[in-house]
């Protein structure tokens, strides 16, 4: 069966630093991949999707992925990180259509000023 | 803001009441979903609406019961419920349920079940 893992359950880092959530996934062929951002007391926004062709996709707010099919992989990156990013990042995996869409636990961001 | 729009944003119920979970969408979309969300968890798949027919339901207690009016509405009925179902409530939509269509959320009902 399908899943996805996301190994880091909380990041913090610096404003103006670096970032990179890790996304894992375990399924046959190449999946369908997403990032979803969720700010508290809100819903989910997609930041990115993959489906074929070059493998790093650009986002919304500056986010890019790389998927990586020989390390079942799909991270999520921003060169910069700013105090608005602070949220709740989703890794999601669909292998067939939405009704197979599983999500990853999440990984919560904290921005340090 | 985003384009499916939930209502109410917070609700407080007895685990005797009736009470609905409304979510609307202007976007042509013809697949809908309901999830939930408890704290600190990804949403699980409730139920799926595909051209407002019930295509999945995951097996959800009949105390949810989902209905879908019109390609536009989606509701969600409840009736007895019990202080474990107290969580966020989303609703989604999608072009269709095809895997190349990706999910748009609302901003959730936040349910109390007192």
């Known amino acids: 069966a399908q899943s996805v893992t996301q190994p880091d359950i909380h990041i913090t880092v610096s404003e103006g630093a670096s970032l990179e959530l890790r996304c894992n996934y375990s399924?046959?062929?190449?999946?369908?991949l997403f990032w979803y951002v969720q700010s508290p007391g809100q819903g989910l926004q997609l930041l990115l999707k993959?489906?074929?062709?070059?493998?790093l996709v650009q986002g919304i707010k500056g986010f890019e992925a790389e998927f990586k099919r020989s390390q079942s992989s799909f991270n999520l990156r921003k060169p910069s990180v700013h105090w608005s990013d602070a949220a709740e990042y989703f890794c999601?995996?669909?292998?067939?259509?939405?009704?197979?869409?599983?999500f990853g636990a999440g990984t919560r961001l904290t921005v340090k000023p | 803001d985003t384009e499916v729009t939930q209502t109410p944003k917070h609700l407080v119920m007895g685990m005797t009441n009736k009470k609905s979970l409304k979510c609307e969408q202007h976007?042509?979309?013809?697949?809908m979903y309901w999830y939930k969300q408890k704290a600190k968890k990804p949403p699980e798949l409730m139920f799926v609406?595909?051209?407002?027919?019930?295509?999945i339901n995951e097996s959800v207690p009949s105390r949810f019961s989902p209905e879908c009016p019109n390609s536009s509405l989606l509701n969600l009925h409840l009736h007895a419920l019990q202080p474990e179902d107290s969580a966020l409530y989303l609703c989604?939509?999608?072009?269709?349920?095809?895997?190349?269509?990706?999910?748009?959320f609302g901003n959730g009902t936040r349910l109390t079940v007192t």
């Open positions: 609406y595909s051209y407002e027919k019930l295509s």
């Open positions: 989604a939509s999608s072009h269709r349920e095809e895997y190349n269509s990706p999910l748009h």
């Open positions: 399924y046959g062929a190449t999946p369908y």
């Open positions: 993959y489906f074929s062709g070059d493998t």
């Open positions: 976007m042509g979309h013809r697949a």
């Open positions: 999601a995996v669909a292998p067939y259509n939405n009704n197979d869409m599983r």
